[in-house]
T-cell receptor
């Protein structure tokens, strides 16, 4: 099956700092998403980005499918950005199961 | 984005009882839903793919007789943990894909078996 590796596993930042989270995957995929899991366990959709670049406020993401990686950028981090960030990939666009990485735990200190 | 609900959010039960968890897609139809479990400080582990009108597809190592899945309509899938034991205590999360392929998750169910 597909292997998904996220780095770094843990990241501690001071409020206001920028960060880059990485997701490497072992096979060609047609579906890639970034999620933020909040302290109550809810997974919040950040980006659906099988390829290209997207931006939403302080967050942006880039997927280079041919090189099998995706990056999530967080700028001007806030304490509310703390939590676990997951990357999930799937071979098929519409119905295939996803494989999750182990996540990056982000802690933003005031 | 699409909304997926899950009920109950938290359940505590005695060992040996069965627990049913419901997952609903509120504003879209989902022919396929997914059930995950998550242990503390770990990633999500896919348990099974729930297919509307047919049998679920279980991942290797997941007991289908232990974790019964029913997907009777395009908006509802249920997971029943049968004869629950303390080792079944976990966070169970369902998800569904919209027509574009984006996956949306329910809020999860925290199961504690005493």
């Amino acid at each position: 099956g597909i292997q998904v590796e996220q780095s770094p596993p843990d990241l501690i930042l001071q409020e206001g700092a920028n960060s880059t989270l990485r997701c490497n995957f072992s096979d060609s995929v047609n579906n890639l998403q970034w999620f933020h899991q909040n302290p109550w366990g809810q997974l919040i959709n950040l980006f659906y980005i099988p390829s290209g670049t997207k931006q939403n406020g302080r967050l942006s993401a880039t997927t280079v499918a041919t090189e099998r990686y995706s990056l999530l950028y967080i700028s001007s981090s806030q304490t509310t950005d703390s939590g676990v960030y997951f990357c999930a990939v799937a071979l098929n666009t519409n119905a295939g199961k996803s494989t999750f990485g182990d996540g990056t735990t982000l802690t933003v200190k005031p | 984005g699409a909304v997926v609900s899950q009920h109950p959010s938290r359940v505590i039960c005695k060992s040996g009882t069965s627990v049913k968890i419901e997952c609903r897609s509120l504003d879209f139809q989902a022919t396929t839903m997914f059930w995950y479990r998550q242990f503390p400080k770990q990633s999500l582990m896919l348990m099974a793919t729930s297919n509307e009108g047919s049998k679920a597809t279980y991942e290797q190592g997941v007991e289908k007789d232990k974790f019964l899945i029913n997907h009777a309509s395009l908006t509802l899938s249920t997971l029943t943990v049968t004869s629950a034991h303390p080792e079944d205590s976990s966070f169970y999360i369902c998800s569904a894909r919209d027509l574009a392929g984006e996956q949306f998750f329910g809020p999860g169910t925290r199961l504690t078996v005493l």
